[in-house]
Antibody, heavy 121, light 107 residues
């Protein structure tokens, strides 16, 4: 059974940093692209970052590019999101997701339960 | 970026009704669309990928169709457990983009 468990959320001040983690199990982690998706309170879903299987390629939307970094530790089956220069609009639940097919940057097949990040002074 | 226009934003249905949600992409997405269900306080759940392919364990009352820019998602014989928000996702090219969602409620 695929399991994705996020951690690291919490309350942080604007301009500060926060690092999210995702522990993956139930599949061969090294074979899949991984992605972070977020959802602001009472709002829709927004793609935040994607990383290739080896970690050599990363992708971000304009809203977070230059502030967020995605990384992975394939030996530990873990995914990370380093969030710097936080803004109030980064307040959201952050979901760790796994893509559908091995080696492909396709749909978001499996989702964790999410971790809430609140950016406020 | 590809924009996904989803409608309606909300709808009310009786148990047993058939409901349909549409998503229109700002350009051809070659059937690379998925549909998700989200209940309050829960993560989204993938129901359909590649326009019409039902995920394992998903009831057959859920279905999808479409091509080019225009896609639809239907629930036949709505059940109480189907009360949720539904989102489309295009994944033909980055940035992967979601529709704004449709909230399905009971009449």
């Amino acid at each position: 059974e695929v399991q994705l468990v996020e951690s690291g959320g919490g309350l942080e001040q604007p301009g500060r940093s926060l690092k999210l983690s995702c522990a993956a199990s139930g599949f061969t982690f090294t074979n899949y692209y991984m992605t972070w998706v977020r959802q602001a309170p009472k709002k829709g879903l927004e793609w935040v970052a994607t990383i290739s299987t080896s970690g050599s390629r990363t992708y971000f939307p304009d809203s977070v590019r230059g502030r967020f970094t995605i990384s992975r530790d394939n030996a530990q089956s873990s995914l990370f999101l380093q969030m710097n220069s936080l803004k109030s609009e980064d307040t959201a639940t952050y979901y760790c997701t796994r893509q559908g097919l091995p080696g492909y940057n396709d749909w978001f097949a499996f989702w964790g339960q999410g971790t809430l990040v609140t950016v406020s002074s | 970026d590809i924009q996904m226009t989803q409608s309606p934003p909300s709808l009310s249905a009786y148990l047993g009704d058939r409901v349909t949600i549409t998503c229109q992409a700002s350009q051809n997405i070659d059937k690379y669309i998925g549909w998700y269900q989200q209940k309050p306080g829960k993560p989204p759940r993938l129901l359909i990928r590649f326009t019409s392919r039902l995920e394992s364990g998903i009831p057959t009352r859920f279905s999808g169709s479409g091509s080019g820019r225009d896609y639809s998602f239907s629930i036949s014989n709505v059940e109480s457990e189907d009360i949720a928000s539904y989102y489309c996702l295009q994944y033909v090219k980055l940035p992967h983009t979601f529709g704004p969602g449709t909230k399905v409620e009971l009449k």
